[in-house]
């Protein structure tokens, strides 16, 4: 496996599920990111992790629960989500998160239903 | 407000001609970096290009530039010989350089292109 890898790629829930997104870069990086890309709006930034420890986090709902256990993986934990939370997650790695040019890599997504 | 405004939804542009998107930005913070990623419809975002506030000469990759106008806060990337595989979303990002903690990109909304044979 090389760069960032997501699992699962697709996933339906309930409301009332409890389900976990993965995210594992095989890049050495330092910092981790999850994002939310929902239809016609821009990529909102959701969580921010430096060597597994958060840095930010941007006024997301309790309902969101991330996890960071080593700098190469990182979780994103949901459960009693919304319908208006159905959206692309997609997760990004960087090499040092204070660095201004260091590019985010981003990995395929998980393309979240909320049902 | 929104801190980088991308004003082209769409875009249709013929196989082989150069393309220009649009990007401006808002910040008062002195450093900064722009960044342009690409979106095909498979998902992924792939970074193109970046350039830093304080770059003197505009940036270039392969067939990708950035015109940068700094007193502007124009970050427009040109696509130079457009080919099909272009076809995608384009997102121009900004990261700004002080004050801690926001060291996630901030996104425009993006353009969507569409190369034509």
């Known amino acids: 496996e090389t760069g960032v890898t997501q699992t699962p790629r697709h996933l339906v829930m309930g409301m009332t599920n409890k389900k976990s997104l993965k995210c594992e870069q095989h890049?050495?990086?330092?910092?981790m990111y999850w994002y939310k890309q929902s239809a016609k709006k821009p990529l909102e930034l959701m969580f921010v992790?430096?060597?597994?420890?958060?840095?930010e986090n941007n006024s997301v709902p309790s309902r969101f629960s991330p996890e960071c256990p080593n700098s190469s993986h990182l979780f994103l934990h949901l459960h009693t989500l919304q319908p208006e939370d159905s959206a692309l997650y997609l997760c990004?790695?960087?090499?040092?998160?204070?660095?201004?040019?260091?590019?985010?890599?981003f990995g395929p997504g998980t393309r979240l239903t909320v049902t | 407000a929104q801190k980088i405004t991308q004003t082209q939804p769409g875009m249709f542009v013929q196989e082989k001609e150069a393309v220009t998107l649009d990007c401006t930005y808002d910040?008062?913070?002195?450093?900064?970096?722009l960044f342009w990623y690409k979106q095909p419809s498979s998902g992924e975002m792939i970074f193109l290009i970046y350039?830093?506030?304080?770059?003197?000469q505009n940036a270039t990759e392969g067939r990708y530039s950035l015109n940068f106008q700094k007193a502007r806060k124009s970050a427009n990337l040109v696509i130079s010989a457009s080919q099909l595989g272009d076809s995608a979303m384009y997102f121009c990002?900004?990261?700004?350089?002080?004050?801690?903690?926001?060291?996630?990109?901030?996104f425009g909304k993006g353009t969507h292109l569409i190369i034509q044979p």
């Open positions: 350039q830093g506030s304080y770059d003197q």
């Open positions: 910040t008062s913070d002195p450093s900064y970096g």
């Open positions: 890049l050495g990086h330092n910092a």
């Open positions: 992790y430096s060597l597994e420890e958060r840095v």
């Open positions: 990004a790695s960087s090499q040092e998160r204070s660095m201004l040019s260091y590019e985010q890599y």
């Open positions: 990002a900004m990261r700004e350089g002080s004050g801690g903690g926001a060291d996630g990109l901030t």
